[in-house]
């Protein structure tokens, strides 16, 4: 078990909301840490539409969203956030009392946090993987199906079925072939988004008989207690075929969902957060939430409208961390104490 | 008056009013119908907005793009039917379409 990170702020979800959040935070002199279950920073943004242009940021004519995400980056650097990424939040326990909230937090990486104040930025929850409506997959799922791969290991000598034709599915191919008995790529047509150079070295090992390319969607399994042995392969032209497998491992990209918000005693009104729109706090005293995970009268689920949102959780935010300090409100055009926050004094 | 039905996989059929030059998935949620998720809002970019164009409506409606296709592959139960409704624009065309909605989108 690794030892516990104090903070003043954890704040899930490392989306645009999120980051701002560190930005307005800073200047409060708070320090935050985020969590993000993507690998990487920038949330919808960034995992969405990197490359679609937004065009109702103030300020920006158009930017893209990947180049929205970096901006931010660049803001809040003079605040040194720290990232834990590619972790999902399980638990979200209190420890503390309202006037003085205290928060224990544990993801599924092992790490514990505890932060006086809780920012729930998570957007339309978290990403996980979709699982395809396959009659029966539940049953296999954690013993024969897996979604991502944690251990390479794990495969070796089995023989793995690999459905997709994204990159997910093109690099598991190239990973696992070595290890495993023998890899089966499955795929709906001869095409692949996959990066171009992974889509010919997997052709290059089906050419040289290494690994096996079926097209055709999975229909169906076959196995006993969580064990898989076969599956049924559906082909365009709707024949029916088996494929022997021990381990099949889909791949069709992600989905939002609540995930374990829903069991932090959190109010929830249709998958979202209700808050007060004078703090952005929750029915639990010391948990904020901002961003498209929220929920109030007129709400908009605007990236503008999550920068707003977390300028004010900062606020209230600053009473539960500093509840001795009154809070003087500054401009950075002029203040030279918020400048030298920034770097910039 | 454009109107678009949709079928859920059940069978339950609705019929609403389309406004030119918005997208079938739009005119879904504007009208609440069920089994359109259209988690990217219509960013051809995740794949939870996907119907099944009714067999007499495919040729009018068209192919999809080569990023819709890409797309696809990330939706379930494809077929080649199978479109993303964020990607198909309303035009007075398509008067009477009809699609049908997958089981899961996501």
Redesign the interface.
């Known amino acids: 078990m690794s030892e516990t990170i104090s903070t003043d702020v954890a704040i899930i979800g490392a989306g645009p909301a999120g980051l701002f959040a560190v930005f307005e935070l800073g200047l409060l002199d708070i320090k935050a840490q985020l969590i993000d279950i993507l690998p990487k920073i920038g949330g ?1 943004c960034a995992e ?2 990197p490359e ?1 242009p937004i065009y109702d940021i103030p300020g920006f004519p158009v930017v893209s969203a990947q180049g929205l995400v970096d901006n931010l980056v660049l803001q809040i650097q003079p605040f040194h956030p720290t990232f834990h990424l590619g972790e999902m939040v399980e638990s979200l326990e209190v420890l503390g009392t309202a006037e003085r909230p205290e928060f224990r937090i544990r993801t599924d990486a092992g790490t514990t946090l505890e932060a006086k104040v809780v920012i729930i930025a998570a957007g ?1 929850g978290s990403f996980q993987p ?1 699982k ?2 396959i009659p029966g997959i539940h049953d296999y799922e954690g013993r024969s199906v897996f979604y991502a791969v944690r251990k390479i290991e794990q495969f070796r000598d089995r023989r793995v079925v690999i459905v ?3 990159d997910s599915a093109l690099d598991w191919v190239l990973n696992l072939y070595p290890v495993a008995r023998r890899v089966t790529l499955i ?3 001869d ?3 996959a990066a171009p150079h992974s889509v010919n070295a997997m052709r290059e090992l089906v050419a040289e008989g290494k690994i096996d390319f079926l097209l055709g ?1 999975v229909a169906g399994l076959k196995g006993e207690g969580g064990q898989l042995s076969a599956l049924t392969l559906r082909t365009e032209n709707g024949e029916i075929a088996d494929c022997e497998c021990d381990d099949l491992l889909p791949f ?2 992600l ?2 969902k609540l995930g374990p918000i829903a069991d932090w005693g959190l109010d929830l009104h249709e998958n979202l957060v209700p808050v007060d729109t004078q703090k952005f706090e929750t029915n639990v005293p010391g948990i904020f939430a901002i961003g498209d995970i929220v929920a109030y009268p007129g709400k908009l689920k605007l990236i503008l409208s999550g920068f707003h949102e977390g300028a004010l959780a900062a606020q209230k935010a600053h009473r539960y961390i500093y509840p001795e300090k009154k809070l003087v409100f500054q401009y950075t055009t002029s203040s030279t104490s918020l400048q030298r926050k920034l770097g910039v004094g | 008056m454009t109107r678009v039905t949709y079928i859920d996989a059940a069978g339950a059929s609705r019929t609403v009013e389309a406004q030119i030059g918005s997208t079938v998935m739009e005119t879904a949620l504007r009208n609440s119908v069920p089994g359109i998720e259209a988690e990217c809002g219509g960013a051809c970019a995740c794949a939870t907005c996907h119907v099944y164009v009714a067999p007499e409506w495919t040729a009018i409606v068209g192919k999809p793009s080569q990023m819709e296709e890409d797309m696809l592959d990330f939706a379930f139960e494809v077929r080649p039917s199978s479109r993303l409704s964020c990607q198909i624009k309303v035009t007075p065309a398509l008067d009477g379409l009809v699609v049908a909605t997958p089981a899961k989108q996501g």
């Open positions: 919808q969405l539409y679609k339309g979709k395809p409506p997709g034709g994204g795929h709906r047509r095409a692949f988004r969607q069709f990209g989905t939002m």
